[in-house]
């Protein structure tokens, strides 16, 4: 069965602290995974990885992708308050144009001023 | 200048009613969805299509009917409801897959039956 898996669920944590968020997956035909963060409402895109080793950043966050272990870490570098937010990891998989993700159940994660 | 916009935020409606979830996207996109997210925020695909044709038709119950009038729309139809159908819907627009930015999402409509 395809899935994706987070960890931690929430993670408490204080302001300037550095977080690392876990994504494993298990699909067939993958085809990139995707980070979102979604506070009250719509989750919004951060990262969207499909290269092992390769990290993409932006700002204080920062994501790489191991293809060979089947797992992406999100790291948030100098929390802020600004930062405390559901984050969801997705992966785009199958054959085809479809664009079909399967999410993870989430990490929620608070920052503490 | 909304990319998603999904109507109405929010519907409170009683057992056995029918109600309609309304999307559009001005993006250009050629794909849209609907997700279903639960009280634990897990997310979970109903529904998609690619320019009106259905092409990702989930294990939904058969009380929940997307129509596509044009690839800029994608309505989403619920007969008979039920308290488990109280969740958040998400529309979602991409193009060509899942694109170079993934999905853009709408802000969702918090159903809540009773």
């Known amino acids: 069965e395809d899935k994706v898996v987070q960890s931690p669920l929430s993670l408490v944590v204080h302001e300037g602290d550095t977080v690392t968020l876990n994504c494993s997956y298990e699909?067939?035909?993958?085809?990139?995974l995707l980070w979102y963060k979604q506070e009250k409402k719509a989750p919004t895109f951060l990262f969207m990885l499909t290269s092992s080793g390769i990290e993409k950043k932006s700002g204080r966050l920062s994501s790489i992708l191991d293809k060979k272990e089947l797992f992406s870490i999100l790291n948030i570098t100098a929390t802020q308050t600004g930062d405390s937010a559901v984050y969801l990891c997705a992966v785009a998989f199958g054959s085809g144009n479809t664009g079909k993700l399967i999410f993870g159940q989430g990490t929620t994660l608070q920052v503490k001023p | 200048d909304t990319a998603v916009s999904q109507t109405p935020k929010y519907l409170v409606t009683q057992m056995g009613n029918d109600k309609s979830i309304k999307c559009e996207q001005n993006l250009g996109h050629d794909t849209m969805y609907w997700y279903k997210q639960d009280s634990k925020k897990f997310l979970k695909i109903m529904f998609s299509?690619?320019?009106?044709?259905?092409?990702i038709n989930e294990t939904v119950p058969n009380r929940f009917s997307p129509k596509s009038p044009d690839k800029a729309h994608l309505n989403l139809h619920i007969n008979s409801l039920e308290l488990g159908d109280s969740a958040v819907y998400f529309c979602?627009?991409?193009?060509?897959?899942?694109?170079?930015?993934?999905?853009?999402f709408g802000s969702g409509t918090r159903l809540t039956v009773v």
């Open positions: 699909v067939t035909n993958f085809r990139s």
């Open positions: 299509y690619n320019n009106k044709e259905l092409i």
């Open positions: 979602a627009s991409s193009y060509r897959g899942t694109g170079n930015n993934g999905y853009t």
